[in-house]
T-cell receptor, first 115, second 112 residues
């Protein structure tokens, strides 16, 4: 299994541009999450999904959108990028059954800079 | 609202020392608690997950304990090695929610 994969690894955007961060998992997990991590800070939840077609806001959803059309994919869309969105973005997934339940697995991250 | 705190923010120890990392949470109604390791510029690697019904979990030189009544978890690292140098994060999943709340982490440096 590849686990959780994210693309791209790095990206520089200009203010006002848009982009989509891709996330795919091959573990058949129902739950998927998007976090952002700012320097010296913990992770803040942006959006999460409990299954295909079901998404909900986390702590810091403003400026982002998500969709979940399949179990495997959970893309994060940035519209009208702003410098405040400069961060490292992590995608994660977790299982709802088996042991240990709800253990989160993380992708390698996307480092985004908005100039 | 659940809040998670990790103190200290940074810690340096000599190689071979046993050490304890702390994680405190404000709401004791948790579903589970997960400890992660993060190397610079990398993603998070899961170390241990403790369900709310458990008191501790062990993996190799790592032992994580959970005391819900006092809102605390500790990660014990035995016989520390330079390769243990990383940031350690804890995350709490409260009962009745799908969300995890993360602490800000403890940056550990083990000196050779």
């Amino acid at each position: 299994n590849a686990g959780v994969t994210q693309t791209p690894k790095f990206r520089i955007l200009k203010i006002g541009q848009s982009m989509t961060l891709q996330c795919t998992q091959d573990m058949n997990h129902n739950y998927m999450y998007w976090y952002r991590q700012d320097p010296g800070m913990g992770l803040k939840l942006i959006y999460y999904s409990v299954g295909a077609g079901i998404t909900d806001k986390g702590e810091v959803p403003n400026g982002y959108n998500v969709s979940r059309s399949t179990t495997e994919d959970f893309p994060l869309r940035l519209e009208l990028a702003a410098p405040s969105q400069t961060s490292v973005y992590f995608c994660a997934s977790s299982q709802t059954s088996g042991s240990p339940r709800n253990e989160q697995f993380f992708g390698p991250g996307t480092r985004l800079t908005v100039l | 609202k659940q809040e998670v705190t990790q103190i200290p923010a940074a810690l340096s120890v000599p190689e071979g020392e046993n050490l304890v990392l702390n994680c405190s949470f404000t709401d004791s109604a948790i579903y589970n608690l997960q400890w992660f390791r993060q190397d610079p510029g990398k993603g998070l690697t899961s170390l241990l997950l403790i369900q709310s019904s458990q008191r501790e979990q062990t993996s190799g030189r790592l032992n994580a304990s959970l005391d819900k009544s006092s809102g605390r978890s500790t990660l014990y690292i035995a016989a520390s090695q330079p390769g243990d140098s990383a940031t350690y994060l804890c995350a709490v999943k409260s009962s009745g929610t799908y969300k995890y709340i993360f602490g800000t982490g403890t940056r550990l440096k083990v000196l050779a």
